[in-house]
């Protein structure tokens, strides 16, 4: 593969670095390189289309990391598309398996994971909490739940309130709740089906519809019974909102930290949501207040083109701020939470604005990449329009991801310069996940790309630095996965380094069509160990004194580290 | 504006008309018409030359000083913002004219072809003005004026690459000509292709050989660095647009152009000098730059955390334009951060209120400052703002449109519909 010989290539050239033992930023072109096809993940996302410009060709290539054999590593889901067309041939969405050594093999027939829909993207959860992930998939057209059996092998299981059959995309699995039981939040898109799509022009130029062509579909939020079942509590809940949004993404996170998960979605041309819950009694009612709150619109007020979405801390001040892909001409949003849910629009203060303007984003992630215990951010870029060019010049169909260091509360974008020579593979960026899939304790990158190969990124950019890893498992009343659960990792640096506190969640789902690892990694800089502080979703609090760097750490909910697993070198 | 050639010139300062009466036409039996033309007078020429019409109707210089005396009047009833229908009776007049004189002289002069092409122009009949400039440049293939009045047609009827072959040809002919160069860039623009627009306009105005005249007009400037922005070379655009405000230190498009850029490429403490020098040097600038210029202003200090700053230069944003959703939603934030959530709220809410009409707001603004004269755009801003429950902006705006469009049959209704809101509105009115 052309991509691979070019990353690796650079990597032995001497090109890789980073923030690191030495101090001084040194220029980083290539942090990550691509492994997908030498660890067997071959796997390339068909669109399906054939020249009509159906826009559900270009929005689909979804995927993301789950341990589906519960054998302790990350396997990969991929979920495929196809020709739009009743009754065509597609390909069915893609499992392959992790062998423990970074070897996938792909294992879609023997686990029963092969489902030929029009897919779209997928929500990974713990559904029943026995243990082991299931799995929604989102497609143009009804959706699927495929529930593990716990022998590798998965049952399509549906419940009638989940097939949704008009056309979704991202969805999220949270305890909205904190019954225990996981519920799921399903974003639909556009009001479009093969009989009313349109023929689109601009000038001579035929060209996919734009959003407004099509009125908006309503999203739906389902209350999970913990046993596979789900109900459509959409109407009274509180996320129906009148217009609906044409959404595309969407984040489960507890902003104003008030203990119950509130939701963001991130609306293409129509203004984002924020759904504030009030969990009172058992009963949570959602709030839409995305303007109040100041995350709805652009700096300049407007509605813009919101793709994927993610949550973190990046400015290290205690709660969670939001980002936001949006279209060419218009920034990533970075949205810097004031403490309380309250947001200020921040994307050129923060250094996203000028070097976003070039380029469509669709999945993002916080994540420290470099672990030197901030969160950067990636994004994967791709237009919607396979004749951007002709539209317009300097505008690209295939378009380069961006990576974006943290250097003190301003982001860089470190590939800039490796782009500019031509050497980072133009693609269209769709999913982006992040998970560690050698278990060396720092996460790599999954990334789908419309109509073109998946990347397996793995991360060579951190040089061994102190960190530790957590997997949360609750108890009831929590939910089994955690999600929901907020840790605060406190560690008192030593030789210089200085003490930091960092802030994550566990959670699964969030960027564009794509669920991550919900593992969390934490650097933990001059130190050997770390104080963690959890916030259960159940709302019971537990602090673990000196948790030891340099592991995963299993920690069961009432019982403290019930293993610890030393990262892999 | 008497031309509206989209993006570049939208932007840019309006262009002269083509000189399409240079010369006055030759003695005719209207000796006296002329004069009056000469002195302003244009209703009494008009009166004079249609009184000789039953004696000389069939002399085609007649013809022409009455087609040019309504064609002055068409442009001295929109000068003074008169009536649409009367500019576009005017221009209806002077075509009838102009077609006769055409009619009784085989051989017109060019200056014929130019202003029929010009009024069809600007009634909005942009296949009619690219046929006339085609008949006219038929036997005058090599001037610049029609090849300009017929790219400007194409360019209306969509035809970017046929106007940019114009525009070549009326370059050649003419190299100092700025509006020819900017308005080729212009059809590039659209044509997707921006980097070549700036490419070409530097080539045209600022490359060495090039003329002087061009090199010192800050329009040329401007007008590359607004290409190189819609390129996307942000950097590339500092330059031009510095030059162009040392050209034209008072103009407000460019001061605000050259400001965001500032901005946008992260050079925060010159785009507040940038506004503020602007804003301080002429305090009476038309209600559209200002008003762009505070919102600017109070973005960027916004974006500084100069709190004082940001939050009046957004109030006098809404002072000119209550429903202006970028200050509404940016002085929202800023109170809502400082505590003052009453109004904060009421303000974002005025926002949230507005936000589902703000893109066809846009629409409309643009629509009008593309075509002044029509009064479609600006009612259907008009009918947006009223559409809302709280029509913030709807007032001065159908105020506007009274003065503008005096004998408009909608406005009795309008008046009556924000009558019937405003009462409603009212502090103790029956919500």
Redesign the interface.
């Known amino acids: 593969m052309r991509l691979v010989a070019l990353l690796l290539a650079a990597a032995l050239a001497g090109c890789e670095g980073g923030k690191g033992s030495g101090g001084a930023a040194s220029p980083i072109a290539f942090p990550f390189v691509d492994v997908a096809v030498e660890r067997g993940l071959i796997f390339r996302h068909d669109d399906g289309a054939l020249g009509e410009r159906t826009l559900p060709e270009t929005m689909g290539g979804g995927g993301g990391f789950l341990d589906y054999d519960q054998d302790g590593d990350l396997d990969i889901a991929l979920i495929d598309c196809g020709p739009l067309a009743e009754g065509a041939a597609r390909p069915l969405n893609r499992l392959f398996a992790n062998d423990g050594a970074g070897r996938f093999t792909d294992v879609t027939e023997a686990s029963g994971f092969g489902d030929n829909g029009r897919g779209m993207g997928l929500a990974v959860g713990d559904i029943d909490n026995d243990g082991d992930p299931d799995v929604y998939v989102t497609n143009f057209g009804e959706n699927v739940l495929l529930v593990n059996r716990g022998d590798g092998t998965f049952a399509r299981a549906t419940p009638e309130a989940a097939r949704i059959p008009t056309w979704s995309v991202s969805a999220t699995f949270l305890d909205h709740d904190r019954d225990g039981a996981l519920d799921l939040y399903v974003v639909s898109y556009l009001d479009v089906t093969l009989a009313t799509h349109r023929r689109c022009e601009r000038?001579e130029l035929h060209v996919y519809c734009s959003p407004r062509d099509y009125p908006p579909e309503e999203d739906h939020l389902l209350r999970g019974d913990g046993r596979g079942g789900f109900t459509d509590i959409s109407a009274e809940s509180g996320i129906r909102v009148d217009?609906p949004g044409r959404g595309l993404g969407v984040l489960a996170t507890d902003f104003d930290d008030d203990g119950d998960d509130d939701l963001y979605v991130a609306n293409d041309m129509d203004?984002n949501f924020l759904f504030v819950n009030s969990l009172e009694s058992g009963s949570a009612r959602f709030r839409e207040d995305a303007?109040?709150l100041?995350c709805?619109?652009s700096?300049?007020?407007?509605?813009e083109a919101g793709m994927g979405v993610d949550s973190g801390d990046f400015d290290g001040d205690g709660d969670f701020d939001l980002v936001v892909t949006n279209f060419e001409e218009q920034t990533n949003s970075i949205y810097r939470n004031?403490g309380g849910a309250?947001f200020?629009?921040?994307s050129?203060?923060v250094?996203l604005?000028?070097v976003s303007?070039?380029f469509l984003g669709f999945g993002v992630r916080f994540f420290d990449h470099d672990l030197d215990g901030d969160l950067d951010l990636y994004v994967a870029n791709g237009h919607v329009f396979d004749n951007a060019a002709?539209?317009?010049?300097?505008?690209l169909h295939a378009q380069a991801d961006q990576l974006f260091e943290n250097r003190g509360g301003k982001f860089v974008d470190v590939l800039a310069p490796a782009v500019a020579a031509g050497a980072v593979p133009a693609l269209v960026g769709r999913a982006a996940a992040s998970g560690d899939i050698d278990d060396d304790g720092d996460l790599d990158l999954l990334v789908v790309n419309n109509g073109g190969p998946a990347m397996l990124l793995e991360n060579r950019a951190s040089r061994d630095p102190p960190r530790l890893g957590l997997r949360l498992e609750g108890t009831p009343p929590s939910n089994r996965d955690a999600y929901g659960a907020k840790v605060t990792i406190e560690s008192s640096g030593t030789g210089g380094a200085p003490p930091l506190r960092q802030v994550f969640e566990v959670r699964a789902g969030s960027s564009y069509l794509a669920s991550h690892d919900p593992r969390i990694v934490a650097a933990v800089p001059g130190a050997e160990s770390a104080r963690v502080a959890i916030r259960w979703p159940s709302g019971r609090t537990e602090t673990l004194e000196a948790v030891p760097a340099g592991a995963y750490h299993h920690i069961v909910e009432g019982e403290g580290i019930r293993a610890s697993r030393p990262f892999r070198r | 504006m008497r031309f509206s050639l989209g993006a570049l010139l939208t932007l840019s300062s309006a262009p002269a008309p083509p000189p399409v009466f240079a010369q006055s036409p030759s003695p005719s039996p209207g000796g006296e018409i002329e004069a009056r033309i000469s002195r302003g007078e244009l209703g009494a020429a008009i009166e004079l030359g249609v009184a000789l019409l039953p004696e000389h109707g069939a002399d085609p210089a007649l013809r022409e000083q009455l087609g040019r005396a309504y064609f002055l009047l068409s442009e001295a009833i929109e000068e003074r913002d008169g009536p649409a229908a009367e500019v576009d009776a005017a221009r209806r007049a002077a075509l009838a004219h102009l077609a006769a004189a055409r009619q009784h002289s085989p051989a017109s002069p060019a200056r014929i072809f130019l202003a029929m092409a010009t009024l069809h122009h600007h009634l909005g009949e942009f296949a009619e003005a690219e046929r006339v400039a085609s008949d006219g440049l038929s036997s005058r293939p090599e001037d610049a004026l029609l090849r300009g009045a017929r790219a400007r047609a194409r360019g209306e009827l969509?035809a970017w690459t046929a106007a940019i072959e114009d525009w070549d040809a009326a370059l050649r002919a003419n190299p100092s000509d700025v509006e020819a160069a900017i308005a080729r860039a212009e059809a590039w623009v659209q044509l997707?292709?921006?980097?070549?627009a700036a490419e070409r306009l530097v080539l045209a105005c600022i490359a060495p050989g090039g003329s002087a005249l061009t090199r010192e007009d800050w329009r040329t400037h401007y007008n590359i660095g607004r290409c190189w922005l819609l390129?996307?070379r942000?950097e590339e655009a500092i330059a031009p647009l510095d030059r162009a405000a040392e050209l034209a230190p008072r103009n407000g498009m460019v001061a605000i152009e050259r400001a965001e850029n500032l901005?946008?490429?992260?050079r925060i403490a010159e785009a507040t000098e940038a506004l503020d020098r602007w804003l301080a040097d002429d305090a009476a600038l038309e209600r559209p730059q200002r008003l762009q210029a505070f919102y600017r202003r109070g973005?960027i200090a916004a974006?500084a955390g100069d709190v004082a700053r940001a939050r009046s230069a957004f109030e006098e944003t809404l002072f000119l334009d209550p429903a202006h959703?970028?200050?509404?939603?940016?002085l929202?934030?800023l109170l809502?951060?400082a505590g003052e959530t009453v109004r904060?709220?009421e303000l974002?809410?005025r926002?949230?209120r507005l936000?589902?009409i703000?893109?066809d707001l846009r629409t409309a603004e643009q629509a009008i400052r593309r075509q002044p004269s029509d009064p479609r755009p600006r009612l259907k801003r008009i009918e947006l703002l009223l559409s809302i429950p709280e029509p913030a902006g709807a007032r001065p705006e159908l105020e506007d449109f009274a003065r503008r469009f005096p004998r408009h049959r909608s406005l009795a209704e309008l008046w009556s519909r924000l009558e019937i809101i405003e009462r409603a509105n009212a502090p103790g009115g029956p919500r």
Request: glycine fraction near 18%; proline fraction near 8%; aromatic fraction near 6%.
């Open positions: 000038g217009p203004l303007v109040l100041g709805a619109a700096e300049d007020g407007r509605p004031d309250a200020t629009e921040s050129y203060h250094g604005g000028a303007l070039p002709e539209m317009r010049q300097g505008s | 969509g997707g292709k921006p980097c070549d390129c996307r942000y901005y946008r490429v992260g973005r974006a959703e970028g200050a509404l939603s940016g929202g934030a809502r951060s904060a709220t974002l809410e926002f949230r936000s589902p703000a893109l």
